[in-house]
């Protein structure tokens, strides 16, 4: 849409370089703007920093768009409470000296009135480096809110688009953005952009916050890191970190499938989910169809209980759903009993990659998660069930891996527990430096005062929450090493809390948990924390979705575990070592240390 408000500032005086609001300071007009007058395209023009501000970054001939957005409604989002807003859609684009490419920013600011001196940097899910949809968060807290395209070639392009250059040829540009540096330029070049667009002056603190969930997390980790000075704290929900085994994992079920030879009808796996949830909803003290104790759950549940069960699935329809729109097939309507190879086969996914060797090699998601990973596909002409290799984790292996311009593996012949291992051996070796995103040594961000709100659903079925639970205790062994459990945790807590989320699936509610809480506001936790010091020693969140839509519920901090009691009526967060144990891996297939 062309932008159609007319510039307050006279040409003349556009010319002197007189800002918008140096103008109506001395044509004493001391009253907050409206977003009109400030969202326009000579203002936006204004504020784009000027060329040099940040070496390798050239906005000479920077495109800006502008247009102002009003009565915008969200409601019923993971990330942000229900709101009404307006905002200043903004997209300027900036290339790098020395070279002619291209990356494209879009920053939604709010207008002066609820702008409350804050910047939020957004990221992505998936193999995307931005989600639009994450944007009203910031919005609505009064922060301007920022999304990069990563140089990709357009925000709906995603890094696996770009990601070999061809067959056999990495784009190490697309991996460094992608990896990193594309949120560092954002955040440097979006909050300066916001100073002057607002303008802040020197003395006008900009509050610089992260949010982002997924390959989002990653994200935020990445920046936490590297860029120490540049954020006073980050929501890092159930992050995509340690990548080159968190990519191969999902490719674990499936050979898992082909090892153990038994191909199941998706419905039993679906229903032996569904008995681990109702055998393991009570260990917390609250039935309430949430297992909010999955390591109870690990300790107590026994698969071959479900053995003999009988299941019932409703036939499906083709639907179009998946990436590239790939339609999810058909299945038939499937009715039988729950067999010991079936609950072999959870037992074993559930437990986690070990090789040949018996050493373990990565973990699973917790006891209750959905089992999607392991999928399976009814082949309608052979009237079988056959392998589904794992979208996220083949186009891994043939990209990142195998550098091939191909969307999935196509089979897994001789794939074996040993290939896994070696494949997140050879990505994490590979890609370090970029995506592993482990630097366990948080000293200058906390030496500078940052903070952060991390939370990981515990039935999360996409990233294993004892992936967060495993960097958290690795920051905590590389800071504190000096110091006991006990002190070294507290001292970890003063800047750094992981939540799990009771019930809650990858980075969202769960159909199969509804009851689940969800930290919708954590945002705001996270800014009361940093600019009103108050510490969320336990984490606000929210029942989304069932018949307490709407309550509210407190999550416990890492390694604090919630126990009901009263007949679920009031909560505890306690320390339990047993269940702490169950967390803790050996990774013992690698001789170098995971962080
Ligand atoms: C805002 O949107 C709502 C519904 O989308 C509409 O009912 C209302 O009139 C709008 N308000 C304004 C000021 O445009
Ligand atoms: C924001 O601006 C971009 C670029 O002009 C445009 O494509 C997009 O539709 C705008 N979004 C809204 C909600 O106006
Ligand atoms: C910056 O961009 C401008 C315009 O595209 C170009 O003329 C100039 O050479 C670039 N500067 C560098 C150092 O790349
Ligand atoms: C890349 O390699 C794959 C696998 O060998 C092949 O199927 C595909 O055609 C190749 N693509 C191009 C553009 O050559
Ligand atoms: C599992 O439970 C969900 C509801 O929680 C239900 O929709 C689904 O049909 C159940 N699946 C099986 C196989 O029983
Ligand atoms: C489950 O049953 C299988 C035989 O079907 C047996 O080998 C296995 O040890 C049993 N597991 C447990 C935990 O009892
Ligand atoms: C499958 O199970 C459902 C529910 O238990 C039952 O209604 C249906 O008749 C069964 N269908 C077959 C073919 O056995
Ligand atoms: C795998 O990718 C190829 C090439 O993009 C495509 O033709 C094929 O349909 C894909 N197969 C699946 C199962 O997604
Ligand atoms: C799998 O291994 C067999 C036996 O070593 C070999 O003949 C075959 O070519 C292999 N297949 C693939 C796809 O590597
Ligand atoms: C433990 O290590 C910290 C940071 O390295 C240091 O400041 C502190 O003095 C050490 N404490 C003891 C008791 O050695
Ligand atoms: C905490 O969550 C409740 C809903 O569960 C919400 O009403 C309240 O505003 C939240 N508190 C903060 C500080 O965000
Ligand atoms: C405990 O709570 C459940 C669910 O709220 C209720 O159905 C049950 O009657 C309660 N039991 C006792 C002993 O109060
Ligand atoms: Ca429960």
Redesign the pocket.
């Known amino acids: 849409m062309a932008p159609t408000h007319t510039s307050l500032i006279s040409p003349a005086l556009e010319m002197l370089n007189i800002s918008i609001f140096g103008l109506l300071a001395t044509a004493s007009m001391a009253r907050a703007l409206t977003l009109d007058e400030v969202c326009t395209l000579a203002h936006v023009k204004d504020s784009v920093p000027i060329q040099g501000f940040l070496p390798g970054l050239n906005t000479t001939d920077s495109i800006v768009t502008a247009n102002p957005v009003?009565?915008v409604?969200v409601s019923d989002e993971p990330y942000y409470p229900d709101a009404?807003f307006e905002y200043c859609n903004v997209t300027m684009t900036y290339s790098h000296s020395g070279k002619s490419d291209n990356v494209l920013l879009n920053f939604w600011l709010p207008s002066p009135e609820n702008f409350k001196n804050r910047w939020v940097s957004t990221g992505g899910f998936g193999f995307a480096i931005n989600v639009e949809s994450t944007l009203p968060g910031g919005v609505i807290y009064g922060a301007a809110t920022g999304r990069t395209d990563g140089g990709f070639g357009g925000f709906d392009t995603s890094f696996d688009d770009v990601f070999p250059l061809v067959n056999g040829t990495s784009n190490q540009d697309a991996l460094f953005m992608f990896g990193y540096q594309a949120h560092h330029e954002m955040s440097s070049l979006g909050k300066a952009f916001t100073k002057t667009f607002y303008g802040l002056t020197d003395e006008n603190k900009l509050y610089a916050y992260y949010q982002g969930c997924s390959e989002g997390g990653r994200e935020g980790f990445s920046q936490v890191q590297r860029f120490p000075e540049e954020w006073d704290g980050a929501v890092i929900g159930a992050p995509a970190i340690r990548y080159g085994h968190q990519q191969v994992n999902h490719l674990f079920p499936q050979v898992a499938q082909q090892t153990l030879n038994y191909i199941p009808p998706y419905c039993e796996l679906e229903k032996i989910v569904n008995l681990t949830i109702a055998a393991c909803d009570h260990l917390d003290g609250k039935k309430d169809g949430v297992v909010s104790r999955t390591d109870l759950c690990k300790l107590r549940f026994d698969f071959n209980s479900t053995i003999g069960q009988s299941y019932h699935c409703s036939a499906t329809s083709a639907v179009n759903q998946r990436k590239r729109q790939m339609p999810s097939p058909a299945t038939p309507a499937q009715n039988g009993t729950v067999t010991a190879e079936g609950a072999a086969l959870a037992s074993t996914i559930y437990n986690g990659l070990h090789d040949s060797d018996g050493r373990r090699a990565y973990f699973w998601y917790q006891l209750g998660s959905e089992m999607s990973d392991a999928e399976t596909q009814y082949d309608f002409t052979s009237a079988k069930w056959k392998i589904d290799i794992s979208e996220l984790g083949g186009e891994w292996v043939t990209r990142g891996l195998q550098l091939l311009e191909l969307d999935n593996l196509s089979s897994l012949e001789n794939i074996t527990y040993d290939t896994l291992r070696d494949w997140m051996l050879e990505g994490w070796q590979r890609y370090d430096d970029v995506l592993q995103t482990t630097w366990s040594d948080l000293s200058p961000f906390e030496g500078a005062g940052g903070k952060i709100i991390s939370y990981h659903g515990e039935s999360d079925n996409s990233i294993p929450p004892a992936s967060s639970v495993r960097f958290h205790e690795s920051v905590r062994s590389t800071m504190y090493s000096n110091l006991s459990f006990q002190k070294s945790t507290s001292a970890l807590n003063d800047w750094y809390r992981l939540f799990l989320v009771p019930g809650a699936s990858h980075c969202n509610t769960n159909s199969l948990q509804p009851n689940a809480p969800f930290p919708q506001t954590s945002l705001g936790s996270l800014i009361d924390w940093v600019e009103h010091q108050e510490v969320p020693i336990t984490l606000n969140s929210t029942i989304l979705s069932g018949d307490n839509k709407g309550a509210h519920q407190e999550l416990c901090a890492w390694p604090l575990r919630p126990l009901w009691k009263d007949n679920g009526t009031s909560m505890d967060c306690v320390f339990d070592q047993e269940s702490f144990d169950t967390w803790i891996y050996d990774l013992d297939a690698y001789a170098l240390p995971v962080y």
Do not use: E, K, L
Request: proline share 0%.
């Open positions: 009003y009565n409604s009404t």
